[in-house]
């Protein structure tokens, strides 16, 4: 018999893959949660039915999401990341010499614990010296942590049920004010092509906050419409502006020192939804 994974979170179309095996299903204190093996993309993490990585293609989210603020900020030292639970941020985090401190606060400590038995390859540095894990409430934990950290990334689920309030207003208030004086965040922000009021929405929230804000896209094959986009808001660095030159080479398999100024080109579409010209 076959099994398949269909994914259905977007109204009117779905993401289906065939599953070679279950490994893990559990209904946590927050989530559905689940690890299953697919022909194509191989292990993949869902949750309440949403995927949220695959093995073919996590490097692209990750690498994307760390690297472009990491080069970005001059000399990153302590970095937070709300969400992330995989441990594939913290991963790409600690490949930059920089940083002395990683902290990971993800509400559901079963994410980290099925990843860590399911996906070793993601979660492999949530045991480094320099990574601190907090189990909780991540909107609570910037707000609590002032002037503290040079770059805060949200790696959150989708916008809906309790990831809702990781996206825009308040909230990025409070991380500008965690942030140090010339620190950065950056959060991923769905889909243009499916959501474009999402994508919307976080920008102009994000750039009536911080001085500099853009939007930078990614290809991500398992991600509803396959192109993804990602903003970033900093104080004072714009990321779109780096002298590449200075970039050092990193294992990497998406991300390069050319890419990182390439990403910020738009199409017309999506420059369209965040009304810049």
């Not at 779905?14 to 599953?19: D, E, F, N, R």
């Not at 308040?170 to 010339?182: C, G, V």
């Not at 900093?234 to 590449?244: C, I, M």
Request: with cysteine; aromatic share 10%; glycine share 6%.
């Amino acid at each position: 018999m076959e099994m398949w994974l269909k994914e259905s979170q977007i109204e009117g179309a779905a993401m289906t893959y065939k599953v070679k095996e279950t490994l893990v299903r559990k209904k946590t204190k927050y989530q559905d949660l689940a690890i299953v093996d697919t022909e194509v993309f191989g292990r993949m993490l869902i949750l309440d039915g949403i995927v949220q990585l695959s093995i073919k293609d996590e490097f692209v989210y990750h690498e994307m999401i760390t690297h472009i603020p990491l080069f970005t900020h001059p000399c990153p030292k302590k970095v937070l990341v709300v969400g992330g639970g995989d441990g594939g941020t913290i991963r790409e985090i600690l490949k930059h010499p920089s940083v002395e401190k990683a902290v990971l606060c993800e509400i559901d400590g079963d994410v980290i614990d099925e990843c860590k038995k399911y996906l070793p390859e993601v979660s492999c540095a949530l045991n480094d010296k320099r990574c601190e894990v907090h189990i909780g409430d991540g909107i609570a934990y910037v707000k609590e942590h002032k002037n503290e950290f040079d770059v805060i990334i949200v790696d959150s689920t989708d916008p809906f049920s309790m990831a809702e309030g990781l996206f825009g207003g308040n909230f990025y208030q409070d991380i500008f004010e965690a942030l140090t004086a010339d620190g950065m965040f950056v959060a991923q922000t769905e889909t243009p092509f499916y959501l474009p009021d999402t994508v919307r929405k976080v920008y102009n929230d994000a750039k009536s906050i911080f001085p500099v804000t853009k939007l930078f896209m990614a290809a991500i094959p398992t991600y509803p419409g396959g192109y993804w986009s990602f903003t970033i808001g900093s104080k004072k660095y714009d990321p779109s502006d780096v002298d590449t030159k200075t970039i050092p080479k990193l294992d990497t398999k998406y991300y390069t020192p050319e890419l990182h100024n390439a990403c910020f080109v738009l199409p017309k579409y999506v420059k369209d939804i965040i009304g810049e010209k």
